[in-house]
């Protein structure tokens, strides 16, 4: 069995900011407007990858929340497991695995100082543009005018051994080292008992998933700003990265 582990935004879906072409379906309704997209052929390899759930299992893994992820149909049925909240909460058929999030909150305990120093440092950020969030009591979110010289600031404030500082786009995360992507595909492995692991992905959330991982799919922007081992491989920008994703997992098969 190989288990596929997939970022969602921007790695398999796009946003309707994001010019994928023509033909295209959305995936994904907030207050009845259509803002994300996949396209027609990102689609039919979809469908050819759920074909062979004897031998592919795919597991979406993002930071999005439980509703967040669950606004998301891609057409393929419901899929039997995802891990969202960054790897926090795992869901199984669609509900949430209580077991799980438990043990994601103990390995994250020796992060909760930082959290909560974080949380006292963006609530007086006068670039904070947002609420200021603690999704689960797992990772702090919020949005920022100046995100780059906000995570700045930050990490030169929190403890670096128990937290990342990241930025996308306009938001900015804090997040226990311990609930890193990479650590939710090495606790999924054991879980399931994978012989294979396979991920993709394209932001930096995304860089220790990658690594984890037995063939790591990196988004080409994402592979010239890290440099990553022998077992993490470079998309070509000439074609749309979900593509190129969806047709490496099916040449394994």
């Given at each position: 069995?190989?288990?596929?582990?997939t970022?969602?935004?921007?790695?398999?879906?796009y946003?309707?900011?994001h010019?994928?072409?023509?033909?295209?379906r959305c995936?994904?309704?907030y207050?009845?407007?259509e803002?994300s997209y996949i396209?027609g052929?990102?689609?039919r390899?979809?469908?050819q990858?759920r074909v062979?759930?004897?031998?592919?299992?795919?597991?979406?893994?993002t930071t999005r929340?439980?509703?967040?992820y669950?606004r998301?149909?891609?057409?393929i049925?419901t899929v039997?497991y995802a891990l969202v909240?960054?790897?926090?909460v795992?869901?199984?058929?669609?509900r949430e695995?209580e077991?799980?999030y438990?043990g994601?909150?103990?390995r994250?305990a020796?992060?909760?100082?930082?959290l909560?120093?974080?949380?006292?440092?963006?609530?007086?950020?006068?670039?904070?543009?947002?609420?200021l969030?603690?999704i689960?009591?797992?990772?702090?979110f919020t949005?920022?005018?100046?995100?780059e010289a906000?995570?700045?600031?930050?990490?030169k404030?929190?403890?670096?051994?128990a937290v990342d500082?990241?930025h996308h786009?306009?938001?900015?995360?804090v997040?226990p080292?311990?609930l890193?992507k990479?650590?939710a595909v090495q606790r999924?492995?054991?879980?399931?008992g994978?012989?294979?692991?396979?991920a993709?992905?394209?932001?930096?959330f995304?860089?220790s998933?990658?690594?984890a991982?037995d063939l790591g799919?990196?988004?080409?922007?994402?592979a010239?700003?890290y440099?990553?081992s022998?077992?993490?491989?470079?998309?070509?920008?000439?074609?749309?990265?979900a593509?190129t994703v969806?047709?490496t997992v099916?040449a394994h098969v």
């Amino acid at each position: 069995m190989i288990v596929f582990h997939t970022d969602l935004d921007n790695t398999i879906i796009y946003s309707y900011k994001h010019d994928i072409g023509a033909d295209k379906r959305c995936v994904e309704l907030y207050h009845d407007r259509e803002i994300s997209y996949i396209t027609g052929e990102t689609y039919r390899l979809l469908k050819q990858v759920r074909v062979k759930e004897q031998q592919v299992m795919i597991v979406p893994t993002t930071t999005r929340t439980i509703e967040q992820y669950q606004r998301i149909d891609l057409g393929i049925g419901t899929v039997s497991y995802a891990l969202v909240c960054n790897g926090g909460v795992l869901l199984s058929d669609g509900r949430e695995d209580e077991e799980w999030y438990r043990g994601s909150l103990e390995r994250i305990a020796g992060s909760r100082d930082a959290l909560c120093k974080a949380l006292i440092l963006l609530e007086k950020e006068p670039r904070r543009n947002f609420e200021l969030r603690l999704i689960r009591e797992l990772f702090v979110f919020t949005k920022c005018e100046e995100p780059e010289a906000v995570v700045c600031d930050l990490r030169k404030c929190l403890d670096a051994k128990a937290v990342d500082v990241f930025h996308h786009g306009v938001k900015v995360y804090v997040v226990p080292k311990a609930l890193s992507k990479g650590n939710a595909v090495q606790r999924f492995r054991e879980y399931v008992g994978a012989a294979y692991v396979i991920a993709a992905g394209d932001s930096e959330f995304d860089c220790s998933m990658l690594e984890a991982a037995d063939l790591g799919i990196a988004a080409p922007e994402l592979a010239r700003a890290y440099l990553f081992s022998d077992k993490v491989i470079c998309a070509p920008a000439e074609k749309l990265f979900a593509e190129t994703v969806l047709g490496t997992v099916l040449a394994h098969v």
